[in-house]
C-alpha cells in the first residue's frame, strides 16, 4: 500500500515540522539579542582599551608639560616614573578583554549559525544520492524502482528535518551551556573592568580640576599685571573654557552606568539559561537593550570628551 | 575570584581622597593667587595628589590578578565553545562526504554496467 504510507509518511513530516518549530527554532530566538550583546560588549571593551592606554600616555604627557613650564630638566626615569600602570599589568587587562571578546563573539557564532540548514541540506543530499545509488543498482536488476524512490525520497526528507532538529536543539544548548560557564569569569571581569576604569575616572577628574586651577591662576596673575598680555588672556580663557566643557562631558563617560548594565543584562542571560522561561528570556531581551543604550551613551561620550581635550 | 577585601579598602580610600582632592581644588578655583594660604593649600593640594596617585598605582597593581583568573576560565570556556562548532562543522562535513563517496560509487557502477 504505497499511497497509504505516503501519507502516513507526509503527515509525520508536517507534525514533525511543527514540534521542530515550537522547539528547536527557539535556538534561533538568541541571535538577535547576543548580536546586541556583542555589539554593545565591544563598544564597552574598545572604550576599556582607551582608557586603559590613555592612562599612562596622559600622566606622561602632564610630567613633560610640568617640566616645560617649570624650567626644569627632564630624565627618562622621571617619565617611566609617571606610569600608573605597568606593562605587564596593561597586557593581562588587554589579553582578558580579548578573552572577553572573543568569547562573546564565539557565542553569537554559535546563535547564528547556520548548522542545522547545512546539516539538513547534507542530509537531504546524502539520502539523494543513496537513492539514486539504489535506482542504479535495481535497473542493473531490471526492477522497476518509482515506488522505492518515492519512500526514499519522503524518508530522506523526515531524516533531514531530525537532524536540523538535532542540530537546533545542540545550539541552543551550546549557547546555554556557555552563558553558565561564563557567569562567574563574565562577572569578575565586569566588576574589575568597572574598579579599573572608575579609578581611571577619578584620575581624569582629578588632573581637569588641576588643571582649572591651574589655568585660573595663570589667567588671574596675568589679568591684574600692567601691561598685560591680551593674546595670552585669550588663549587661557579659552583653555579655560574648553577645560569646563571637558570637565561637564566627563559626567558622561563614568563607565559605572555602562557597565552595570552590562553585568545585569549578563545575568539575565544567565538567569534565562538557568530557568528557561519566556518571561526570564524577556527580562534578558529588554536588559541588554538598556546596555546597548548605556554603552552607546557612553561610547559618544568618550569620543565627545577625546574631541574636547585633543 | 571576586575583589580581595584590601582591594576594596583601597578603591574606597581612592574614592575618598578624590572627593578630597575635588574640595581643595574647587577651593583654590575660587581665590585669588594672591590671597593668603593659597601658596600652602596648593602645597596641600599638590602633596594630596602625590597620594592619590600612589594608591592608584598599587590599586592597578593589586587587581592584575583579577585579570589573569578571569582570563584563564575564559579562555576554557571560549575552547569548550569552539569544540561545539567544531562538532557542528564535522557533522555535516560526515554527510558531505558520505554523499561524495556514494556519488562515486554509483558513478563507477553506472560506468562499468551500463543499463541504457
Do not use: W
Not at chain 1, 38 to 45: D, E, G, L, M
Not at chain 1, 155 to 161: C, K, L, R, Y
Not at chain 2, 9 to 35: C, F, K, Q, V, W
Request: with cysteine.
Amino acid at each position: 500500500m504505497p499511497d497509504k504510507s505516503l501519507k502516513y509518511s507526509c503527515a509525520v513530516i508536517i507534525l514533525f515540522t511543527a514540534f521542530s518549530c515550537q522547539f528547536g527554532c527557539s535556538a534561533n530566538k538568541y541571535r538577535q539579542p547576543i548580536s546586541n550583546f556583542q555589539t554593545a560588549t565591544a563598544v564597552v571593551t574598545a572604550d576599556t582599551r582607551v582608557a586603559l592606554n590613555e592612562l599612562n600616555h596622559r600622566q606622561r604627557l602632564r610630567v613633560v608639560q610640568k617640566h616645560r613650564q617649570d624650567n626644569l630638566e627632564l630624565r627618562i626615569s622621571e617619565i617611566e616614573a609617571s606610569r600608573l600602570i605597568l606593562p605587564e599589568d596593561l597586557n593581562a587587562r588587554l589579553d582578558a578583554l580579548d578573552r572577553l571578546n572573543e568569547y562573546v563573539d564565539l557565542l553569537a557564532r554559535i546563535a547564528n549559525s547556520d548548522a542545522p540548514e547545512n546539516i539538513a541540506r547534507s542530509a537531504t543530499d546524502l539520502t539523494g544520492a543513496i537513492s539514486n545509488l539504489t535506482g542504479t543498482i535495481n535497473g542493473l536488476a531490471g526492477n522497476s524502482n518509482a515506488n522505492f524512490k518515492n519512500a526514499f525520497g519522503v524518508a530522506g526528507t523526515v531524516i533531514s528535518e531530525i537532524l536540523r532538529f538535532i542540530a537546533q536543539q545542540k545550539i541552543k544548548e551550546a549557547v546555554e551551556t556557555a552563558v553558565l560557564k561564563g557567569e562567574k569569569p563574565i562577572n569578575d571581569l565586569i566588576d574589575a573592568i568597572g574598579n579599573d576604569l572608575e579609578v581611571a575616572f577619578l584620575v581624569r577628574k582629578a588632573n581637569l580640576e588641576i588643571d582649572r586651577t591651574d589655568l585660573l591662576k595663570k589667567y588671574n596673575l596675568e589679568v591684574v599685571k600692567n601691561p598685560r598680555d591680551e593674546k595670552l588672556l585669550d588663549k587661557l580663557s579659552e583653555k579655560i573654557l574648553a577645560n569646563e566643557g571637558a570637565l561637564e562631558t566627563l559626567v558622561d563617560v563614568n563607565p559605572r552606568a555602562a557597565l552595570k548594565a552590562m553585568a545585569k543584562a549578563h545575568t539575565k542571560l544567565v538567569l534565562h539559561a538557568k530557568g528557561k522561561s519566556p518571561a526570564s528570556f524577556e527580562d534578558a531581551v529588554e536588559a541588554i537593550e538598556i546596555f546597548a543604550a548605556a554603552a552607546k551613551r557612553l561610547g559618544d561620550a568618550v569620543l565627545k570628551l577625546k574631541a574636547q581635550t585633543a | 575570584m571576586t575583589m580581595p577585601p584590601q582591594n576594596e579598602n583601597l578603591l574606597d580610600s581612592i574614592r575618598m581622597i578624590s572627593d578630597g582632592l575635588s574640595a581643595i581644588n574647587y577651593r583654590l578655583a575660587d581665590m585669588l593667587p594672591t590671597e593668603p594660604g593659597y601658596d600652602e593649600l596648593e602645597h596641600q593640594r599638590n602633596e594630596v595628589y602625590n597620594r592619590f596617585i600612589f594608591l592608584v598605582r598599587k590599586f592597578y597593581k593589586d587587581s592584575t590578578n583579577r585579570y589573569i583568573e578571569a582570563e584563564s576560565r575564559l579562555a576554557k570556556a571560549n575552547n569548550e565553545m569552539t569544540k561545539t562548532l567544531e562538532r557542528l562543522e564535522n557533522m555535516q562535513e560526515t554527510f558531505d562526504k558520505i554523499r561524495r563517496f556514494v556519488t562515486a560509487i554509483d558513478g563507477f557502477i553506472s560506468d562499468i554496467f551500463p543499463t541504457g
